[in-house]
């Protein structure tokens, strides 16, 4: 045990709460938001120039800084009945917060590293803007945690996650797409919301709206910065690692999604609905920058999504039974989801050509 862990753990046994959150926040799986860190110097020699006006244009709104005030429980802050809730909704529901949480903390720390390191002036100020939104969003879901007795220790967070190395480019096809997933996922549930709020049993989804056009101009920004360097979205094999992270990160959504069937019961919405809706839209606002999208009306999409939401839902009871037979288990399982993966990423996508002027406005 390190020393980390012993002071989380005095901590904890201060806190007589049910939810382990700094565990659920730290766990590393596949399926959980992670933390990144990359090639700092390589991001550092960005040229912006080939996208200068739109770069100012954006960088000028962000300086704006917009939502400013926004990220403060007000009037329209009712009161929440943690005590009443449904045990179960409430166990998905603090997952689901915990793990927004440590996604928008992940991206503020990736972003707050970037801007310490850089030395250029375009790449800092861009990144420390992008890390200011983070840092409230995450602060945010924080408060709210905190009211049903439980919270995310994000300094505890920064120091126990583990971080994964991505090259840039890489982290440009995740964060980009993470983004754009985060506004499309975000406006989604606030238009439903918006028209059946006898359904919002928690105050924060009236915050979405604001809050997703962050997440929009992040995305812009590094569709910007992705146009810097055409071969990023262009040579044969960027093509490939593009139709990765698209299928990647679509099929980790429909998975974590189907793992909260009581938070989305509570919301009215259909899970399949939903994932397909958030991919849709995503899909239209990513032919920005990438020259193709996946096609997620093909008859082998939907079957093989949910043969991997089994599989997966196959591993965690391996993981949970244990011993030799759960091994085997989980190892088979593991082969299924795999497949489901490979079948899922040889659909034939759909080509399309990337406008010349790159940046778009929120329209959902
Ligand atoms: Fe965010
Ligand atoms: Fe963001």
Redesign the pocket.
């Known amino acids: 045990m390190n020393m980390h862990a012993t002071t989380h753990d005095e901590l904890h046994a201060e806190m007589s709460d049910k939810f382990d959150t700094d565990a659920m926040a730290q766990e590393s799986t596949l399926l959980n938001p992670r933390f990144y860190t990359t090639a700092f110097d390589e991001l550092d020699r960005i040229d912006v120039t080939p996208v200068r006006a739109e770069w100012d244009k954006l960088i000028g709104q962000m300086k704006s800084d917009p939502n400013k005030g926004h990220f403060k429980k007000n009037a329209d802050w009712d009161k929440v009945d943690w005590e009443g809730m449904e045990p179960k909704l409430k166990r998905e529901f603090i997952d689901f917060l915990v793990s927004s949480c440590t996604a928008?903390f992940s991206?503020c720390v990736l972003y707050k590293e970037m801007k310490r390191r850089g030395k250029n002036p375009d790449i800092c100020e861009l990144f420390n803007y992008?890390a200011r939104?983070?840092a409230r969003?995450a602060g945010f879901i924080n408060d709210a945690l905190r009211e049903a007795g439980v919270a995310v220790n994000l300094g505890f967070l920064t120091k126990a996650k583990k971080y994964t190395y991505f090259r840039p480019k890489f982290i440009y096809y995740a964060t980009y797409l993470s983004?754009k997933i985060?506004y499309a996922r975000y406006i989604t549930i606030y238009r439903h919301l918006e028209a059946n709020p006898e359904q919002r049993f928690h105050p924060i989804f009236k915050w979405f709206k604001e809050w997703c056009n962050?997440?929009f101009s992040?995305g812009e920004a590094f569709a910007l910065l992705m146009r810097t360097d055409p071969k990023l979205t262009e040579s044969f094999a960027n093509k490939l690692w593009i139709r990765f992270f698209l299928t990647a990160v679509y099929s980790t959504m429909y998975v974590r999604d189907h793992a909260r069937p009581a938070f989305h019961e509570a919301l009215g919405v259909d899970i399949d609905w939903y994932d397909q809706e958030v991919f849709r839209k995503t899909s239209e606002i990513a032919k920005q920058v990438f020259p193709m999208e996946l096609d997620i009306d093909h008859p082998r999409w939907m079957p093989n999504l949910k043969r991997m939401e089994r599989a997966f839902r196959k591993i965690e009871a391996g993981a949970k039974q244990g011993g030799v037979a759960g091994q085997i288990a989980k190892f088979a399982a593991g082969a299924q989801a795999a497949w489901a993966f490979v079948a899922l990423y040889t659909i034939p996508v759909k080509k399309s050509t990337p406008p010349v002027s790159v940046r778009l406005e929120p329209a959902y």
């Open positions: 928008e991206g992008m939104d983070e969003h983004e985060g962050d997440e992040h």
